[in-house]
Structure formats: structure tokens, C-alpha cells
């Protein structure tokens, strides 16, 4: 493979014209005179590393580090050419003046005018031909410690969403160009100055570090990255410094959060009310929960102790918490070397409260630090070197069962069976500990202020990345020829620690109602006045990846532009914790991969890639798979013929690739050798025990896994056809559509019957998979003057899959195959209605569930007719349980010294379902959802589409189904973000001896327009979970030069 | 040193790390070390073969298993509380006995896929055996008639419950066609005789007894290989499966015929003599029927408490000289839990005694009067049930002394108050054991307000009724809050008491009573306490010839053996062999007003549900799923 690529850029080489001319000689006029000014970005900052040309000559200049320029100009015809990458280059005809100030706005398109950042590299963005999204770190600014709560509507080809608020464990979840495997790996490759990381990896890097993101979606764009990029990459550097004087730029934000929504549930007594109907409406014999005198008294508020009327919710959580963020960053640099330093600390809370009558906090806390540093270092005029350290830590401090779990729980907790403690009385005045509220023989009830206090649950993570890279010129060797290697260590490390005590259960054990005197007495006594220990997982991760490059680049004449690329690479790593044997033995992956790149006249491009990529979890024979993909454009508006058109049509270009990228990570870790069987000899649940005794027990045999030695990679046929267009050289939209195939997705056997008696499933790469979907954005910029300037974006994804082959059984109807159904496709029963009454249930078809039902419960859909209610009559229902579309738009205006932007999300075709088994009322002491309180199927109002079926003490197996009666549609729009920002005049920032200084005020998750009202519908189907927060957000943002 | 050769030293680094990397290519994936374990590995020495037998054993279903035998809590002869809040065990099964049968996922269906499962096991053990090299020949014989023998139960246990079924006698390759893989049902004969093929081929190899009791109790033997062949025989010769004309109709795909529509009587005359062999083997390894004869006790008992803690021990007393075969994977802990009742006053808010298991009325009335004869059939005994009465001295060792109970808890056999628990009757054990002062003895006082009371939704019996068979008499309550010692038992699958009833059936049907049919059954009824068949029939039943017939003696030895197997798990079997499950089911499931504290309102018959059985009843429905996936599997009739 290396010879052939070798061939392949030597014969480029050799077809290469002669040396592009030699520069003009200088026009040797008589310099008339000098114009000086500075020139500003578009906050009222200077811009140093401005170029300023004459247009038409070589002569230029750049702006020093306070943004100021001196240029010697010939005439008062010549005309002054500013740009920056990265910025619009706005061309002014210098007439008479000798001063010039000038602002440049940032160009829309992205932070970096001209060049895009590839696979391995960067690319002149008129040549890249893969398709690129390419996000301004600005935009991924949010009040939010999370990096990835910011992406949804943000990018271009990005299906993403946040199903959880809780402080650690808000990622969002994201899919680049939606999901298009049922296999085991859906998220994409994540790659941080070009070593693969986590999601909570991404999740903690800070906007303001860093320099380029980019969302990678063709086989173009990824076949680099060969067996690892099916599922797209997204690709992030990080700030590098630049030559100069040093420049520190600091932010400080302090923010409030508060859920954006709360579900509610029914007030105490009706809880109460409806307890007994629900057990009278099913069994008349059955004595009923709560006393006719218990509701009475509660309603009238008597002794709460007695009558408790919790709310549990307002008891356990706080309405708001507060946050901060603090980030600081230093970069400069000379001749020699250059640096980037950055620190920050994040500091989020959870809403949990705390018992005064514990010294601990079990609120959650998460403190997050992250150190940067990047040098680089020029050896010689050639070599650059570049070292790289990274940190980041967690410290995380929080409820014993995790925050969701104790939204959980308030869900699960009965709010009338007993308070959530009882205060110390005479009779136990010497009790050292909180009293919490039980009930019954063992104390066996939820109590989740008992479970939320009594104790806390300590987490660490630390991971460290050390890189050293070298890159080498080789113009000595051919001109245009470099070479790069760079090795990259990762140690991560995690461990975690629970303190806790045992409550003390305490429970009313008598009570005058004359005298209001009440007793309590102890349920268990296995309580603990001190806390226990309970030492947590320990994680330790090790990562070894190296780089190795061969880059050309050159243009040969004025038209012919040619590159080419060979990259090896290798990563490995090993875990300490694994767990067993197989897991125990390193992680490796190894490939080598190439592009070539051709183009004519800047008209016409050409791009080849490939990768061979190797994993050590296949057999040796199928170890190796090549990717190659290829692609061409055509750029219209730079053809003579277009010519009269560019006034409107600045730019018109046409864009294709076709292209196999791979995906290696198709089974879960514990599966990772298919062609060796798995058997655990050493497996608890097939022992058998013998003796006299009964003591005498040994292990048995458990296969986990059948050896399959064809099992391989699962492989993804990409098709990408893109347009790009700019009107007037101020609106730029980017319209992409996208066809991909994948095949050999691993599946599950499906025609084994269970008369073969295996023990674990059997896999092979059987399935197919098919997607499609538009990828659209829109920015548009208009500067009305140097004051007033707009600039609106907008961006679209719509993205479908579907099964293609699935083995599955012999369906004897044909809506029960999940070909031709999207991928996250939710199958159920059509629920039509509510049965009126037992009769009515009696003469309709047979429901066969295990369980009673009759007038009130779910009457389903006979699908088939035949004349029964079973799995066959399980039909698709709804839209995917993943959005197929997520859409976003805002704008950012600036007039003078004040800024304001919107930011708009939203998302639809994305059904979800009401939990109906953890919300079905009183099962296992469930509270009352005031949705269902409202409208539910009684016996006195029969109503047959209430939301809620005939009430019952226990989960009523009939309608805990899967069925339309609990879909839900997922579809929202949210005002994601709003900020406010205004900007100190230079006089008053000069005297702070800062540079700039602006403050702002922001918020996100401001406002939710939905149809379903319940709770956040983002949250989707974890809408019990921990709410998404509402965020409210003051910052400063302090530069130094 | 110069800029461009310190970049030519540089870059012969970067060349000379790059290629030193790229040489290592081909090891660098190749990360697998020897000795990952694999199959071969559990054959390769003694020690790890004896984990794959004890593997093959893992399969057996947990019998007595509230939350999976279907026999215990999904029959007739036991009801619970419907969906408890917080249950201590899984109430799943009881949906089966309150008729939600489905065929989208069978209630106990899970038995399909585990003991194919542990066929397939059995098949890789026996493969793969003769490889291991440190085992002697002996032990080799030995431990393939042990797997032999559980691949011929687990086979057995899927026909029993699901009539013929494909029969796997060796293992399909993994990667075998998916045509190969979708085999068909057996006929029903083939099945038993595979299966007793099998037992066949283990039964010699067998030893007499466990060779290491304290480790090996619990093992296949010659004598559970015996009894078990008999208890095959017997079952192939019931009714249910010779010449069930019900299920003519039942037939391939390629229209092979399930079951045989013509009964066949020698089926009965191998039932017995199978029984009749493993009798003679049993007697040979000492089992014999249990007597209870405690070596140390402090006290002198009396004779009716030694003849119910015969009866009860018989069951719960771990190893006892009369368990033939008992599971050591079903070792029975909770269920004592959820059967025992708060006897000892002082501890009643102890939350391990649930007192939940409750046998209908139905079944107290199953059981004998003292005279030995079927209730409806004694001339002596109290006809009117309804009325109460009041125990006096000489019942005090049964019922407490002044205490009003309903007449029908009166004037029984020993092993109705050996049986079951109910209110006023006395409990003898759990810590009190001295019956020369009844007045120390425990009593069940069950109504509302009292301390055995139903007074929270998860506890409590709903028919007045409790199984004391479970309950080891030696189950002490402590003053913790949760303190309730278990004497653990293997759970019972065949007793000497249960193959002498079935051989005394086998006879019967051949040729009618015979004098040995009655030799074995008075055998049992001795032990019960009771006189001989022809002695009480004589003296007490209206029916008094009764047992001259072959129909006559077929029905006591039917009833004989529901109330000496009561509650064991037989009934549930046994009603389908006989099919006799459509009468019984269809009697309603009836219960005392537990609701009430005064005894004239506790002693009404309160219906807590009709059950309903029909003729799909009598075998288990293919999931949908295996029959989806495997298109030659026919569904049983009716489903």
C-alpha cells in the first residue's frame, strides 16, 4: 500500500509544470506618503495580524499587537485590502486620507475564511470537496458546564438532544446525520487535537479553548479515519498561540438554575380518595387503603405528624441553584516559540437539600478544573515542535442514589403514610438521630428524604493527556514535501466512595385525637448513628496512540494544484478494572491511510482517500478492511461564463463523493473477540449444590459466546451531493444531500429456535441499513455602518433511516417486519379507545395478557381479525424514538456598544411514551400524577378517552403495554438562548489597563412551546428523571493585551 | 549546530520511530494469549468436568418454588393474596391458576428455553467426557447415568407439561443450516420412550447409595433412576397421554400423528412392574416410610402427635428415610416463610411469617374423616359443616381446648391436622414441644382482631386455611424484629409412600383390586394412622364395596394419593394424568369471611374466585414466539 501511494504522489510529481513564475519585481515608484490607523474586530477590539495590501502590488503591512498599521500608499487611487482569516476583507480606496480606521466583521461562513480543517489537516476551504460543517467556538457558548448541551440546532447535519438536567450527568445525546445502524456503536468519533476521546471528554472541553470544531458527515470527509468513521467525526482543536505580546483573556459567569418544568402530581387528599377508588373499582370485597376519619383529618390540616400531607418534592429539592465558571487564558509567544495557557473552574449544584441536622452535604456538587497548555516550538526554520498537556479533573459530591434517582423516588413515595420525620419528643430526648417516618412490620416503605440525607456519594476523575508532535519540512528532499509524527499518552482515572448511615425508622403507634398526643415508637433496629463506608468502583485507563504523517503539497504553473497524504497510526489501550480476561487484554487498532488531492484552475477538484484500518477484534483473516472513497467538485462561479452573474451569484459550487467508511466498534466491550467462544468456568448461576448438609456447592459452565470467525466490520456506503451558493456576497447557504447504505451490521440470530438450547445468542454481520436525509444552512450578514450590524444563521437536519435486511422470524403479517422501518421504530398495540364497561370488554376480542381487565381498561386494536389481542397484532406506531429533524435559528445584533443575540431550537418527527408502568398510580405506593388525577375512567364518569384507564392498587397488566394510547408527540421549539452584552468604551477600559471588557447577561432554556404540557418534552420518555434546568446567567469577560 | 543538520538529525528520528512502529504492524493486533479458556478447557481434568456435570444439574427446575413451579401456587390446591403491595416473592404463576394462560409469553414458559438449554449441556457433557483423562472408569460410568438421566427428566418434564415435543437426542452444530435447526414435535410415545431409553441406559450404572453422603446426598442413585422410570411409565400409562382421543387432531405439518388414539393396557402392566422394580430396589437401599421416633426427646409424646409429626416429617424432614429423590437445587427456605403463621404471640409484627399460602376449603374437605373414609361417604360424621363447635379435652391435642372452631375442622384424619393450619387448631413445635400440657401448646387464632388476623395487605391467609406441611416443626421465632430460624429441606420429588401408590394404581389398572393393590395402599394409611381400606370402607362408608371394584378402588387410590402428596406438587400433575382436572378446577375456590372477628360471621363460605380449566388447559401453549420462529413447531390444540 505505501509503495503504491508513494507511486501515486511521484507521478503527480513528474506530470508537474515547470516553476510558477518569478515574483513581479517591486514597483519602484517614489513612495508619496503614509497612512496609519487600527483596525477592530467587530466588539471594538483591536486586530493584530491584520494584512493590509495594496491591491494590484505585493507591497502590504500587518497590524501590530494593539491592531495599528503604517503602510506606504502610492496614490490616492490605490486601494487598501484588509483582511484576517476568518473576517470578511473589506476593500476601501484611500483617497485623501491619511488616517484609516477600520472594522472587520467575522465572515459568517466560519472562523476560518480560508482554510478547513480535515481529516490529518487542513484544506484551502474553496478545495474541500467532503462534507464539512464547521461550528464557531463562539456559538458553542452557552451558561452551561456541559459542551454538549450546546450542539442541538447549532450544527448543520447534527441530530442531537438532552434528555437530563442533573450537574455530570447532562450530556446530551448526538448523532451525526441521525442514526443509520442498529449495530452496537451510534456515536460518532470524537477527536480532540486528534486523539479519540469520550463524550464526557467533549462535554468538558471550554469554548473558549478552543480553535476549530468540526463535524465531519461523507466518506470523503472521514475515510480517513477508515474503520472507525462510519458513524461521522467530529474533530476539535484546540488554540494555539501566536507570535506576540502576550494576551490574557478572562470570564467569569455566575448563574442561576432552575427546572423548566416540574411534573405535577395530585394534592394528598385526593391521592387518598382516589387510592380507595381504585381498589373499590376493582375489587369491592377488598378493604380500602385509607379511613373515611385519615382523609377528613388531612384535608383539615390536623396534627401533620399524625395526618402527613408530604410533598415530597418540595422537600427534597430547592427552586433554584447557583453556578459559576471562571476561565483564564494566556497566549503569545516570539520568533522562536509560541504559547496557549488556559485554566478553568466550573462549579455546578444540584437542587438537592440539605438537613441542618447533618454536617455533610449530599447535595450534588460538581467541580470541574481543566489545565491547557500548548507550545510550539520552532527547531529550525523547518521543525516545528509541539508539545501539548492537558488535564481535566471532576470532583463530584452528591446524593447517595444519584439525583435522577431521587427524582425517582419522590415519583414512588406514598405522601400520606407517614412524615419524613419526627421531631424529638420527651419520650426520646436523648436520641441522637433524625426520626425519619416508616410505616409497617419492616419498615419496608420509601422515604426519600431518609434516602436523600442519610449519606453521600464522593467521585473522582482525572485524566491527563501528554503530546508531543513534530512536524519537518522536507523541501530539501522535493519542494512541497513534510513529514509529521506525534505520540499522545492518556492516563485516565476515576474512583468513587459512599458515606452513609442507616436510618432509624420511627412510626405513630398510638394517638388522641382529644388531647392531640401523640407516641412513636422504633420499627427497626438496625440503624446507625455513625456513617459507614462503602468503597465505590476504582477505574484506571491507559492510552497509548501514535501518528505518523507524510504530507505534499504543491502547485504546479498557476492552475494545478496537488497534494497528497499517508498517514499511519496506532492506538491502544488497556483498562485495570476490566473485569475479566478478555477484557483484561489491550484495546488496538492500527491503520494506514491516504489522500490525494488534484485541482485545475481553481474551477475544477478531484479528491482520492482511503483508509486500511486493522482491529485485534477480529479473526486473522478478516483483521484488515480498506475504505476507499473519492469525490469532485465544480466550482461554477469560478468559470469565465459566470462572470456577468458574480453580482449576485458571488459563489456557485457543486460538490459529490462517493466513498466505504467503517465501523469496528459493532459489539459491546464485554464481546469484543467473536471469533473466540467465551466461557465463563467459573459461573455462579449454573452451580448446583449437594450434601447433607446442603453446603457443599460448586460453580458450573456458562458459554457466553459461540466463536464466529467471519464476524468483521460493519461497513457504511456514503453518498454526498452538496451545493453551496452565496447571493451578494452576504448570504451563504449550504445544501447537502446524503444517501447512505450500511451493510454487515451485527445482529443477532433470529432463526435459531429455542430447541437449539444455546446458551447466548448466536451474531453475525447479517443486517443492512439504509439512510437519507438534507442538510441545510443558511448565514446571512449585513453591516448597515460601523455601528449597526446583523447577521442571522439558520440551520436544518432532516435525517431517516431504515431497516434494509433483518433476519427475523417468519411474520406471518407483513406490518410485523421491521424492514422498511426507521431504525428507532416503536412497535405497539392501537389502542382505540377505553372499554365502556365489562360488557363491552366481555364482546370484544380476547385480550391475552396475564391479568384481569374489564369496563375502563385499554380495548386494542384486532390488527389481524383474529379475533384475539396478541404480539401479532403489534403494529409500527409513531414516529421514531429519535428526532428525525432538529432545527435552529437565531441572530446576533450589534449596535454601538450593545449586542444581542437569539438563539431558537427545535425538533420534531420523534415520538415518545408515557411511562405507563412507573406512573401508574398507587402500584408500589406511586404518587398520583395530577394529569391523571383529572382525567381518568371512573365508574361515575365513564369516559372513554380519558388519559388515564380505570384506576387500580397494582400495575394493570392489559394496559401496561406498549400501545398509541401513551405515545406522545416529542415535537418542540425552545428559545435555547438570549444574550445581552454590552461592550466599556476603550477610554474606561484603558484605565483598568485592559484592553476589552465586556459584560452580559444570557439565559437558555428560556421558553418551551410544546403540545405536551406534562414536562420538558425534550426529555422525551425520562420525563420522571432529573428536569432539564432553566438558566439564568451574568458574565464578564476581561482581555488584557 | 547548524539549523538545517539538526533538522536532518531530527528528521532521521521521526524516520527511525515511524518505521520501528510500522515493522511491529502484524504483532501489534495480535494480542491474544494462549490458554484463553474455551470449552476444551472444562475436559481437560477431573475437577473441571465435575463443574460441567454439576452444570447439567443446574437446570433442574426448582420444585416448590413459589415464584416458578407452576404446581404450587398454579393449581387449585393453594391460593394467595392477589397482587400483594410488596410481595416477597413473585406472584407471576398465580396468573395461571387465575386462568390468564396466553400464548404472547406462557406463565411458566421459561421452561422451554432452560431445559433445552440443559439438554444442550448434558449433550456437550456427554460429547465430551471420554476426553477427560483422570477419571477412573467407574466414576466415568457413573457420571454419564447421572446426565443420562437428567437429559431423560428434563425431557420428561417438558412432556408433561406440553404433550409431545421434539426430542433432542444429540446436539446440532452452531453453524448448522437454519432448515436443520427448525425441528418438529415427537410423538407423544416416542417421547416416553426415548425418555425411558435413557433411563434405561443409566439406571445400572447408578450406585446403590451416594458413596459421600455429606457431600454427595442429593445425586442421581439407582433407586431415583428406578422410581423415576416408573413415575414415567405411570404417566405414559395415564389417561392423559394413552389413547387421549381429545387429542387426535393433533399432527405434524407433514401430518404424522402426535398422539396414539388407542389406549394401550399394557402400558400399565410396564408401569408396573417398573414400580414394583424400583420398590424392590428402594427396600434395597433402606428406604423405608418414615416413622417418627425422635432418639432424644425430653418428652413423652403422645400417639396422635407422633402419628402428624410421622406425616409431617415424612415431607420436611431433610433426608428422611422415606424421600426417595429429593432436589438439593430447590431448597425450601422462603416458602416455609410464606407458609409459617405468628404461633408464638409474643413476636406477631415478626415480618418474615407471612402466613400467606391458603389452601381453599375445598381442600380441607379433601381430606379424610377420622374414620378413614372421604367426608361425603362417612355414615359417622357430622353432616352439618355449617354449624360450630366447640373443642373440648379430648380434641385439645388438634384443636385448642374451648376453642370454637367450624365443625368440619372436627373428627379428622392425622394428616388433615398434620396438613394444614387453621383457626383454633393447634401447632405443635416451633419451640413448645411438650404435648403432655396441651394448654403450652401453640394454636392458629385466625380471625380479625387476633394476632394470626389478616391485618395488612402482604400478609395473612385469605381462606382461614394454612399449609403447616412446609413448616419445619423445629422453625423457631426470636425476639429481633426479623429473627425466624429455617430448617432447610431438599425439596421432596418422589417418596417411597408416592411409588407404592402408584404401584398400587398400576395393579388396579390392570386387573382391579387385587389384594396387593390393597396390601400397598394400607401401607400408606397405616402410617397416616388410618385402618386398612376394607376395614374403614366396611365399617364407616355408605358406599361399603366401594373398594371391590376397579372404578371404586380407583377413586380411593386417587384421593388416597391427592391427600398423602397434598400440597407437594403431585395434585397439579397428577388431576391432568387422570384427567380429572376439568371437574376439579371448575369447583369454585372458596374461603372463610376472614374479614370478621365473631365466629358465626367468620365460618361463612365466602367464593374467592371461580376458576376455569378447559381441555387446552391440559397442556401448556407454545410461546408465539418459538412457533414464529420455527414455522414446523404445530401449536397444541386450542391455543
Known amino acids: ?1041 | 549546530m547548524q539549523p538545517i543538520k539538526k533538522g536532518s538529525l531530527i528528521l532521521k528520528m521521526v524516520l527511525l520511530v515511524s518505521l520501528t512502529i510500522a515493522s511491529s504492524c502484524k504483532k501489534y493486533l495480535d494480542i491474544i494469549p494462549d490458554n484463553i479458556p474455551t470449552l476444551d478447557n472444562a475436559f481437560t481434568m477431573r475437577s473441571e468436568a465435575e463443574k460441567y456435570l454439576y452444570t447439567c444439574y443446574s437446570y433442574m427446575p426448582k420444585d416448590g418454588n413459589l415464584g416458578s413451579d407452576p404446581a404450587i401456587l398454579g393449581g387449585d390446591e393453594m391460593w394467595a393474596i392477589y397482587n400483594p403491595p410488596r410481595p416477597e416473592f413473585n406472584h407471576y404463576i398465580f396468573n395461571l391458576a387465575r386462568g390468564t394462560q396466553a400464548t404472547i409469553d406462557p406463565i411458566a414458559g421459561y421452561y422451554w428455553g432452560d431445559l433445552y438449554r440443559g439438554i444442550r449441556d448434558c449433550n456437550i457433557f456427554l460429547e465430551n467426557v471420554g476426553k477427560v483423562p483422570d477419571l477412573t472408569a467407574q466414576e466415568r460410568a457413573q457420571w454419564i447415568a447421572e446426565v443420562k438421566f437428567l437429559k431423560a427428566y428434563y425431557h420428561f418434564y417438558l412432556v408433561r407439561m406440553y404433550g409431545p415435543v421434539p426430542i433432542i437426542k444429540e446436539n446440532l452444530p452452531i453453524d448448522v443450516s437454519i432448515d436443520k435447526v427448525k425441528v418438529s414435535r415427537d410423538p407423544v410415545d416416542d417421547c416416553f420412550a426415548y425418555i425411558v431409553q435413557l433411563l434405561n441406559e443409566a439406571k445400572d450404572d447408578l450406585p446403590l447409595i451416594v458413596g459421600d453422603p455429606t457431600k454427595m446426598l442429593g445425586r442421581i442413585t439407582k433407586p431415583i433412576a428406578y422410581a423415576l422410570k416408573a413415575k414415567v411409565l405411570v404417566t405414559a400409562a395415564s389417561p392423559l397421554f394413552n389413547g387421549n382421543s381429545d387429542m387426535g387432531s393433533l399432527k405434524n405439518k407433514d401430518g404424522k400423528s402426535l398422539f396414539s388414539s388407542a389406549v394401550s393396557t399394557v402400558k400399565w402392566d410396564s408401569a408396573a412392574v417398573a414400580c414394583k422394580k424400583a420398590i424392590d430396589i428402594c427396600h434395597q437401599a433402606g428406604n423405608k416410610l418414615y416413622v417418627f421416633n425422635p432418639a432424644v426427646s425430653p418428652y413423652k409424646l403422645t400417639d396422635s402427635t407422633k402419628t402428624t409429626m410421622s406425616i409431617r416429617n415424612a415431607f420436611a424432614e431433610k433426608w428422611n428415610s422415606e424421600v426417595i429423590w429429593a432436589n438439593s437445587q430447590s431448597i425450601s427456605n422462603l416458602t416455609q416463610k410464606v407458609a409459617a403463621v405468628n404461633v408464638d404471640f409474643r413476636y406477631i409484627d415478626n415480618p418474615r411469617i407471612m402466613s400467606e399460602l391458603a389452601p381453599p376449603i375445598k381442600i380441607a374437605e379433601m381430606f379424610y374423616s377420622d374414620k378413614g373414609v372421604p367426608i361425603t361417604e362417612d355414615k359417622t360424621w357430622n353432616k352439618d359443616k355449617l354449624t360450630l363447635r366447640t373443642a373440648t379435652v379430648a380434641e385439645q391435642r388438634y384443636i385448642r381446648k374451648d376453642y370454637t372452631t367450624s365443625a368440619i375442622n372436627f373428627d379428622r384424619e392425622p394428616r388433615f391436622y398434620a396438613n394444614l393450619g387453621f383457626d383454633g387448631g393447634v401447632w405443635y413445635g416451633q419451640g413448645s414441644y411438650d404435648d403432655t400440657n396441651p394448654s403450652s401448646l401453640y394454636y392458629v387464632s385466625s380471625r380479625k382482631g387476633q394476632p394470626d388476623g389478616k391485618t395488612q395487605p402482604d400478609y395473612g391467609s385469605p381462606t382461614g386455611y394454612f399449609v403447616k406441611k412446609y413448616v419445619h416443626y423445629q422453625n423457631v421465632q426470636g425476639a429481633g424484629v426479623s429473627d425466624y430460624t429455617v430448617n432447610e429441606y431438599p425439596w421432596p420429588l418422589i417418596r417411597l409412600a408416592q411409588l407404592y401408590l402408584m404401584y398400587a394404581e398400576s395393579l388396579n389398572e390392570i386387573a382391579g383390586p387385587t389384594a396387593e393393590v390393597h396390601q400397598y395402599i394400607n401401607l400408606v394409611r397405616e402410617r397416616a394412622g388410618l385402618k386398612s381400606v376394607q376395614v374403614s370402607w366396611d365399617n364407616y362408608s355408605n358406599n361399603p364395596t366401594k373398594y371391590s371394584t376397579l372404578t371404586g378402588m380407583r377413586e380411593i387410590i386417587h384421593q388416597e394419593e391427592l391427600i398423602e402428596m397434598a400440597f407437594e406438587g403431585s395434585r397439579f400433575w397428577d388431576l391432568r394424568r387422570w384427567k380429572e382436572a376439568i371437574p376439579q378446577f371448575r369447583k369454585p375456590v372458596q374461603g372463610w369471611d376472614i374479614e370478621q372477628a365473631n365466629p358465626d360471621f367468620y365460618y361463612r363460605r365466602k367464593v374467592l374466585f371461580d376458576q376455569s380449566f378447559g381441555l387446552k388447559d391440559y397442556f401448556w401453549p407454545i410461546k408465539d414466539g418459538d412457533i414464529l420462529v420455527n414455522r414446523n413447531l404445530v401449536q397444541n390444540i386450542g391455543w
Open chain 1, 1 to 1041: 500500500m505505501l509503495i503504491l501511494f508513494a507511486f501515486l504522489v511521484l507521478g503527480a510529481a513528474g506530470y508537474a509544470a515547470a516553476e510558477g513564475k518569478k515574483m513581479k519585481s517591486f514597483n519602484e515608484k517614489y513612495q508619496q506618503r503614509v497612512v496609519i490607523g487600527t483596525v477592530f474586530d467587530e466588539s471594538g477590539g483591536a486586530l493584530p495580524g491584520v494584512t493590509i495590501k495594496i491591491q494590484g502590488t505585493e507591497r502590504g503591512a500587518v497590524t501590530n499587537s494593539e491592531g495599528k498599521y503604517t503602510i506606504q500608499i502610492n496614490n490616492t487611487s490605490d486601494v487598501l485590502v484588509f483582511s484576517f482569516i476568518g473576517y470578511i476583507s473589506q476593500k476601501i480606496v484611500i483617497g485623501e486620507k491619511k488616517t484609516l480606521d477600520v472594522k472587520l466583521l467575522p465572515d459568517p461562513k466560519n472562523a476560518l475564511d480560508e482554510v478547513s480543517v480535515v481529516a490529518f489537516g487542513v484544506q484551502k476551504k474553496e478545495s474541500v470537496i467532503g462534507s464539512i460543517t464547521t461550528v464557531k467556538p463562539g456559538d458553542l457558548k452557552i451558561p452551561s458546564s456541559n459542551l454538549t448541551a450546546s450542539l442541538a440546532g447549532r450544527v448543520a447535519g447534527m441530530i442531537a438532544y438532552q434528555r437530563s438536567g442533573e450537574p455530570g450527568r447532562d450530556n446530551a445525546d448526538f448523532f451525526i446525520r441521525g442514526i443509520t445502524t442498529f449495530g452496537n456503536n451510534t456515536r460518532p468519533l470524537i477527536l480532540i487535537d486528534g486523539i479519540e476521546l469520550s463524550t464526557t471528554d467533549l462535554a468538558r472541553l471550554q469554548p473558549d479553548d478552543i480553535a476549530t470544531f468540526s463535524i465531519m458527515k461523507d466518506a470523503t470527509a472521514t475515510a480517513l479515519y477508515g474503520a472507525r468513521g462510519a458513524n461521522g467525526v467530529i474533530l476539535v482543536t484546540t488554540k494555539q498561540g501566536q507570535a506576540g505580546k502576550a494576551k490574557i483573556s478572562f470570564r467569569a459567569e455566575n448563574s442561576a438554575s432552575t427546572p423548566t418544568s416540574n411534573v405535577e402530581f395530585a394534592d394528598p387528599v385526593t391521592y387518598m380518595k382516589l387510592s380507595n377508588e381504585a381498589v373499590a373499582t376493582r375489587d369491592p370485597l377488598m378493604p380500602l387503603p385509607y379511613s373515611e376519619e385519615k382523609i377528613v383529618n388531612t384535608a383539615a390540616g390536623k396534627n401533620p405528624l399524625v395526618y402527613p400531607a408530604n410533598d415530597w418534592r418540595k422537600m427534597l429539592f430547592k427552586d433554584y441553584a447557583l453556578n459559576q465558571r471562571y476561565n483564564l487564558s494566556a497566549s503569545g509567544g516570539g520568533t522562536v516559540a509560541r504559547y496557549f495557557v488556559s485554566g478553568a473552574f466550573n462549579k455546578d449544584n444540584g437542587i438537592l437539600k440539605v438537613d441542618n441536622k447533618n454536617n455533610f452535604n449530599n447535595n450534588i456538587d460538581l467541580k470541574s478544573y481543566t489545565l491547557r497548555s500548548n507550545v510550539n516550538i520552532d527547531l529550525t526554520k523547518s521543525t516545528e515542535l509541539i508539545v501539548r498537556l492537558s488535564g481535566n479533573f471532576d470532583d463530584y459530591n452528591g446524593p447517595l442514589e444519584g439525583g435522577e434517582e431521587m427524582y425517582r423516588r419522590v415519583v414512588r413515595s406514598n405522601p400520606v403514610l407517614f412524615p419524613a420525620y419526627y421531631p424529638v419528643d420527651a419520650q426520646h430526648q436523648f436520641v441522637k438521630h433524625i426520626m425519619f417516618g416508616n410505616y409497617g412490620k419492616d419498615a419496608g416503605y420509601l422515604n426519600p428524604y431518609a434516602d436523600l440525607v442519610r449519606g453521600y456519594k464522593s467521585e473522582s476523575r482525572s485524566q491527563m493527556l501528554a503530546a508531543i508532535e513534530i512536524k519537518q519540512g522536507l523541501d530539501g528532499i522535493l519542494k512541497g514535501l513534510s513529514i509529521r509524527s506525534m505520540i499522545n499518552l492518556t492516563r485516565t482515572s476515576s474512583f468513587s466512595y459512599r458515606r452513609g448511615y442507616d436510618p432509624f425508622y420511627y412510626q405513630l403507634a398510638g394517638y388522641d385525637s382529644q388531647t392531640d398526643q401523640y407516641q412513636i415508637s422504633q420499627i427497626n433496629d438496625n440503624g446507625k448513628e455513625y456513617l459507614g463506608f462503602e468503597q465505590g468502583q476504582n477505574n484506571l485507563m491507559a492510552t497509548f496512540d501514535t501518528q505518523s504523517m507524510l504530507n505534499y503539497n504543491r502547485t504546479f504553473g498557476k492552475k494545478n494544484a496537488v497534494s497528497g497524504l499517508l498517514v499511519y497510526l496506532t492506538r491502544g489501550s488497556l483498562s485495570a478494572n476490566a473485569g475479566d480476561l478478555q477484557k483484561s487484554l489491550p484495546f488496538r487498532n492500527m491503520g494506514i491511510s491516504g489522500r490525494a488531492t488534484y485541482s485545475y484552475d481553481r474551477k475544477y477538484f478531484a479528491e482520492f482517500n482511503f483508509g486500511y484500518n486493522g482491529s485485534e477484534r477480529f479473526a486473522e483473516a478478516h483483521r484488515f478492511g480498506f475504505f476507499p472513497s473519492a469525490g469532485v467538485a465544480w466550482s461554477v462561479s469560478n468559470e469565465k461564463f459566470f462572470e456577468p452573474l458574480k453580482k449576485v451569484v458571488s459563489n456557485l459550487r457543486f460538490r459529490y463523493t462517493y466513498g466505504l467508511v467503517g465501523n469496528d466498534q459493532i459489539g459491546d466491550v464485554s464481546d469484543r473477540f467473536f471469533y473466540l467462544s467465551n466461557v465463563d468456568m467459573n459461573n455462579g448461576t449454573r452451580g448446583a449444590r449437594f450434601g447433607k448438609e446442603l453446603n457443599e456447592y460448586k460453580n458450573g459452565v456458562l458459554i457466553n459466546r459461540y466463536a464466529n470467525e467471519d464476524i468483521s466490520w460493519e461497513v457504511a456506503k456514503k453518498q454526498n451531493m452538496a451545493m453551496e451558493i452565496s447571493l451578494f456576497g452576504k448570504a451563504n447557504i449550504i445544501a447537502e444531500y446524503y444517501t447512505e447504505k450500511r451493510d454487515k451490521i451485527l445482529m443477532s440470530r433470529a432463526a435459531i429456535p429455542s430447541t437449539m438450547g444455546l446458551s447466548a445468542d448466536t451474531k453475525a454481520n447479517l443486517g443492512k441499513a439504509s439512510g437519507q436525509g438534507i442538510d441545510l444552512s443558511i448565514d446571512m450578514q449585513h453591516a448597515w455602518n460601523k455601528d449597526l450590524w446583523l447577521s442571522v444563521r439558520g440551520n436544518f437536519t432532516y435525517a431517516k433511516s431504515k431497516y434494509v435486511a433483518f433476519e427475523e422470524p417468519q411474520y406471518a403479517e407483513s406490518y410485523r417486519s421491521r424492514i422498511g422501518q426507521s431504525i428507532n421504530q416503536e412497535y405497539g398495540y392501537i389502542a382505540e379507545r377505553l372499554f365502556i364497561d365489562d360488557q363491552d370488554a366481555r364482546n370484544s376480542p380476547k385480550q391475552e395478557f396475564v391479568g384481569d381487565y374489564g369496563g375502563g381498561d385499554i380495548k386494542y386494536l384486532d390488527v389481524n381479525g383474529d379475533g384475539k389481542i396478541n404480539e401479532a397484532d403489534k403494529v409500527p406506531i409513531g414516529n421514531p424514538t429519535v428526532p428525525e429533524v432538529i432545527y435552529g435559528f437565531g441572530f446576533s445584533l450589534s449596535y454601538k456598544r450593545f449586542d444581542i443575540s437569539a438563539f431558537v431550537q427545535g425538533s420534531s418527527n420523534q415520538s415518545f411514551w408515557i411511562d405507563q408502568g412507573a406512573t401508574s398510580p398507587f402500584n408500589n405506593q406511586t404518587q398520583l400524577l395530577k394529569a391523571y388525577a383529572d382525567s381518568h375512567w371512573s365508574e361515575e364518569n365513564r369516559n372513554i378517552y380519558a388519559i388515564w384507564p380505570r384506576l387500580s392498587p397494582t400495575l394493570n397488566a392489559n394496559n401496561n403495554n406498549q400501545s398509541t394510547w401513551f405515545m406522545r408527540d416529542a415535537s418542540f421549539l425552545r428559545l435555547k438562548q438570549v444574550e445581552l452584552g454590552y461592550t466599556f468604551s476603550k477610554r474606561l477600559v484603558e484605565r483598568i489597563k485592559a484592553s476589552s471588557f465586556r459584560v452580559y447577561v444570557s439565559g437558555s432554556n428560556l421558553l418551551l412551546f410544546s403540545k405536551f404540557k406534562m414536562w420538558d418534552a425534550e426529555m422525551a420518555g425520562n420525563g420522571l428523571g432529573y428536569p432539564i434546568q432553566k438558566v439564568f446567567n451574568v458574565g464578564l469577560n476581561l482581555t488584557f493585551n
